[in-house]
């Protein structure tokens, strides 16, 4: 196993070609992330025991109510987020003509498949740095921050959250050898 940084490891083997990604932050961006949830989490509880000590037809309850919806919406994104960068990871994997990627938190996710005859313009995304859009996928309190990207039966896929940008150059040329290496042994056995 080779180790591209802190976060990224590699793993390459006969045939396979494995990629983790670890979604943690620096101790000191972590604190921030955990206390702003508990912030959070502590606000809405607050708001909630203060709609109960309102009497029964006051409006002010139903305002309070319509916060709180939102309030449970922001809290259910902001602990995906908290939950992600404490025990999550990406990870890749090429082998036997396809890429599997998955996003893992506590070793429970969906992993996708793509057949690697079917992918298309492998490369590094456009991110405008200037775009708000940019600045916001990249902060911590979101999931994601994604650097890499091809095409896949005409959908696009990214994928690489939280990588560098030299991070995910170093990584593109392992990926793009791994794919090579599953086309020539897809078609050298479909002959």
């Known amino acids: 196993m080779e180790y591209l940084s802190e976060r990224v490891s590699i793993e390459r083997s006969e045939g396979r070609t494995s990629v983790v990604i670890s979604a943690r932050l620096p101790k000191a961006k972590e604190a921030l992330l ?9 606000c809405g ?4 025991y203060a709609r109960s000590e309102i009497p ?4 002010l309850r139903q305002y309070l109510l319509a916060f709180l919806a939102f309030w449970a919406y922001f809290l259910l994104k902001i602990g995906r987020a908290t939950l ?7 990870l890749w994997r ?6 599997t990627i998955k996003d893992s938190l506590f070793g429970y996710g969906k992993a996708n498949t793509y057949f690697v005859e079917n992918i298309q313009r492998m490369g590094l995304l456009h991110r405008d740095p200037s775009s708000w859009k940019t600045q916001w996928n990249e902060s911590i309190w979101v ?8 095409e896949h039966v005409g959908k696009r ?35």
């Open 84 to 90: 992600w960068r404490l025990k999550g990871f990406e």
């Open 34 to 42: 955990v206390t702003w949830t508990i912030a959070w989490s502590l």
């Open 157 to 191: 896929v990214v994928f690489g959250k939280g990588l560098t940008d030299d991070e995910a150059r170093r990584l593109l040329p392992i990926l793009k050898d791994a794919l090579r290496a599953e086309r020539r042994k897809t078609s050298a056995t479909g002959d």
């Open 45 to 48: 509880l607050y708001i909630l």
């Open 94 to 99: 090429v082998k036997d003509g396809s890429v």
């Open 143 to 150: 999931v994601g921050g994604e650097r890499l990207g091809f």
């Open 56 to 59: 029964p037809g006051d409006p």
